[in-house]
């Protein structure tokens, strides 16, 4: 038997990371991607950051609160250190990039400071820390990287697929161009090889994802083409895609997802506000009456599209009755979801500096009407489901009842439902009724 000691060290040998993920779902899958990075380099992944040797939080920059919630965290991990003299701190993705150095001095326990397109980079930084135990902060910026050599590993039945990275469309209220550079696409055929993979691994939910999918270009193929493609690839797996940006979203897009098998009918098309002048302000590129051809586009052709948006409230210069717009568009619509946000000012972006800003408990009180007239039209959409049979995939056990699972429609809705059925099963479930808001029923046929 090994002694105590032998074991201890035999035990220490493989270095152990934790890693939180705040944002979006290319932070999520960056996440992923620097998982495999650091695999490769001999880590092992643990869920105890007490536990760990290298914490790595991977941070948004989108609101003041995404950040303070990432800063927050970072000095709570002081006592850790105190615990730990050999642990390193790592602040990655959008606020590494947006902020840099000055990370450091709001969370004065953080070694290392890691922008987007620099996480190839981390296994030699970390060592250049560890040896010199000077903090070290990479914010380049490097145009051709989309780690698309750097597949994630599927953990669950769905899976993400970056298509494209960064954004030129510096919406004045926007820091995401300033944190994930400008837009590049990957190939086609790289694409294609991932979805390969996945299916073969038993995925059967794709979601390519990208900051203005409907810009995807890879020098031969648009985001249509690209839908096609995948489609013949996929299998019996379902493709989803997010986000389009109403400006870029064509005709040919929603034909490609009436042709396409594969394709949901979901499309998440952000509309932000529903006066045309808060648009322009805001540089988004479209009028209200142009993205209402747009959702009338989608409704004719593709039978039972569910429609999801986001809204930002309080945007500088939005009056009383701007905001009023909003509310009557958001009910003439009647998306099947809505995230909402009040505006948060985000230095260097040119919103930042308009006039006409809106104070802080305004934004708020908007924000809180606007949530009770959506979250009704939430519902009333969803109790449409109620008699409905829907085809859903199913993703396991419900975590409240044992006896019960879950699943989602094609139209993105939780699904849950009685009778025998395991992860990755596609069923038919008839909606008895609906509880808060979610649908509930019975497997059918
Ligand atoms: N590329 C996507 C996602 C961008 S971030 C898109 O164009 O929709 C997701 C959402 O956060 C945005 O749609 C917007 O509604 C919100 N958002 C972005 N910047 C914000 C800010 N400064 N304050 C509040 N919400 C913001
Ligand atoms: Fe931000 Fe606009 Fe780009 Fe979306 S499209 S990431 S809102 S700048
Ligand atoms: Fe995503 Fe937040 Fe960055 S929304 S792109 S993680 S700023």
Redesign the pocket.
């Known amino acids: 038997m090994p002694s105590r000691e032998f074991k201890k060290s035999y035990e220490k040998s493989a270095l152990r990371f934790y890693i939180k993920t705040y944002g979006c779902q290319m932070n999520k899958h960056d996440s992923s991607i620097v998982k495999g990075l650091l695999a490769k380099d001999g880590y092992e992944e643990t869920n105890n950051p007490e536990d760990a040797d290298l914490i790595l939080l991977n941070t948004c920059s989108v609101r003041r609160h995404a950040e303070a919630r990432a800063i927050g965290r970072a000095n709570n991990l002081t006592n850790l250190k105190a615990k730990n003299p050999d642990l390193v701190i790592g602040i990655i993705g959008c606020l590494a990039q947006s902020k840099g150095a000055k990370v450091i001095q709001d969370a004065p326990c953080v070694d290392l400071v890691v922008g987007p397109d620099c996480y190839r980079d981390l296994p030699e930084l970390i060592r250049s820390y560890t040896k010199s135990r000077r903090s070290v902060v990479l914010t380049e910026v490097r145009q051709s990287e989309t780690y698309g050599d750097l597949n994630a590993r599927p953990d669950a039945i769905s899976a993400f697929i970056p298509i494209m990275r960064g954004?030129n469309?510096?919406?004045s209220y926007?820091i995401?161009?300033y944190t994930r550079g400008r837009e590049r696409s990957r190939p086609a055929r790289e694409i294609v090889g991932e979805v390969r993979e996945l299916t073969r691994n038993d995925v059967k939910e794709i979601t390519l994802i990208g900051?203005?999918v409907n810009s995807y270009n890879d020098g031969e193929h648009g985001f249509a083409d690209l839908l096609r493609i995948v489609d013949s690839a996929v299998g019996d797996a379902r493709i989803r895609f997010t986000?389009s940006?109403p400006r870029d979203l064509g005709d040919e897009v929603v034909s490609a997802i009436v042709e396409c098998e594969s394709v949901c009918e979901h499309i998440h098309l952000?509309l932000q506000s529903g006066s045309s002048r808060v648009l322009t302000l805001m540089n988004r590129g479209y009028t209200v009456e142009e993205y209402m051809e747009k959702v009338d586009t989608a409704r004719r052709l593709v039978k039972g599209v569910a429609l999801t948006t986001d809204l930002l409230v309080g945007f500088p210069g939005e009056t009383d009755s701007d905001f009023k717009q909003t509310l009557d568009v958001v009910r003439e619509i009647a998306f099947d979801f809505a995230y909402m946000f009040a505006y948060s000012t985000r230095k260097k972006t040119r919103a930042a500096t308009m006039e006409g800003q809106v104070p802080r408990e305004v934004r708020q009180e908007r924000l809180k009407e606007l949530i009770g007239i959506q979250n009704k039209i939430t519902e009333e959409r969803n109790r449409s489901l109620v008699s409905e049979t829907v085809e859903v995939l199913v993703w396991g056990k419900s975590k409240n009842n044992p006896r019960e699972n879950v699943g989602k429609s094609r139209t993105n809705k939780d699904i849950v439902f009685r009778g025998e059925a395991k992860a990755g099963d596609y069923v038919n479930v008839k909606v008895e009724e609906l509880r808060g808001w979610t649908a509930y029923g019975r497997i059918v046929g």
């Open positions: 954004c469309n510096f919406c926007c995401v161009p900051q203005n986000t940006h952000p």
